[in-house]
């Protein structure tokens, strides 16, 4: 069965830096691609950034330039790293990832379960 489980959230100054992880757990074969979500109390989910099998990044234009999505293939755990961080910033995390679980290409997809990041001034 496989999950992904996310780690690295915290309470931090403004102008500090957070390492969000989500590993994928079971028997996959790699990650198709992992996203990172954020939602704010009172505010609706949104997309903060999205990296892809062959490395293509996209980010929200709130955080281009300060945050950082990459994978680790080697360990099937996914990164978001946070640098410059805004109380706006304060939210829950998640990842949301899809990964391959065998040659013939059958995949899972699925979300963590949440990180809390604060920020404050």
């Known amino acids: 069965q496989v999950q992904l489980m996310e780690s690295g959230g915290g309470a931090v100054q403004a102008g500090g830096s957070l390492r969000l992880s989500c590993a994928a757990s079971?028997?996959?074969?790699?990650?198709?691609?992992m996203d990172w979500y954020r939602q704010a109390p009172g505010k609706q989910r949104e997309e903060v950034a999205t990296?892809?099998?062959?490395?293509?990044?996209k980010y929200a234009d709130s955080v281009k330039g300060r945050f950082t999505i990459y994978t680790d293939n080697a360990k099937n755990t996914g990164f978001l790293h946070m640098n410059s961080l805004k109380p706006e910033d304060t939210a829950v995390y998640y990842c949301?990832?899809?990964?391959?679980?065998?040659?013939?290409?059958?995949?899972?997809?699925?979300w963590g379960q949440g990180t809390q990041v604060t920020v404050s001034s």
């Open positions: 990296i892809t099998s062959d490395g293509s990044v």
């Open positions: 079971g028997t996959i074969f790699s990650i198709n691609y």
């Open positions: 949301n990832g899809e990964v391959r679980l065998d040659a013939l290409g059958s995949t899972w997809n699925g």
